[in-house]
Nanobody, 118 residues
Framework: QVQLVESGGGLVQAGGSLRLSCAASGRTFSVSEMGWFRQAPGKERQFVASITWTDSSTHYADSVKGRFTISRDNAKNTVYLQMNSLKPEDTAVYYC???????????WGQGTQVTVSS
């Protein structure tokens, strides 16, 4: 089992920045990839960014490219999402997820609220 705990959400004005953290515990040695997703009210959960655990290869949704940066600290088993130039449409609950071999995002955190005011 892998446990994920997100933190760092909050209220910020448009144009501001936030950094989300996702701390992993448990069988972290089995994690192959981690990602961030978000879900706004009344909308489906959408992919935001991902990073592989071995070579730190990253991928981003088009809507956040150039504004968000995903990174990891293997020693702390933590993944970060640096969010700059935030827009009201970035308002959502942000979830951290982890993949283990043979599965795709099979572990999820509880989510952290990000609210961007205009």
């Amino acid at each position: 089992q892998v446990q994920l705990v997100e933190s760092g959400g909050g209220l910020v004005q448009a144009g501001g920045s936030l950094r989300l953290s996702c701390a992993a515990s448990g069988r972290t040695f089995s994690v192959s990839e981690m990602g961030w997703f978000r879900q706004a009210p009344g909308k489906e959960r959408q992919f935001v960014a991902s990073i592989t655990w071995t070579d730190s290869s990253t991928h981003y949704a088009d809507s956040v490219k150039g504004r968000f940066t995903i990174s990891r600290d293997n020693a702390k088993n933590t993944v970060y999402l640096q969010m700059n130039s935030l827009k009201p449409e970035d308002t959502a609950v942000y979830y951290c997820a982890a993949s283990t071999p043979g599965a795709r995002y099979n572990y999820w955190g509880q989510g952290t609220q990000v609210t961007v005011s205009s």
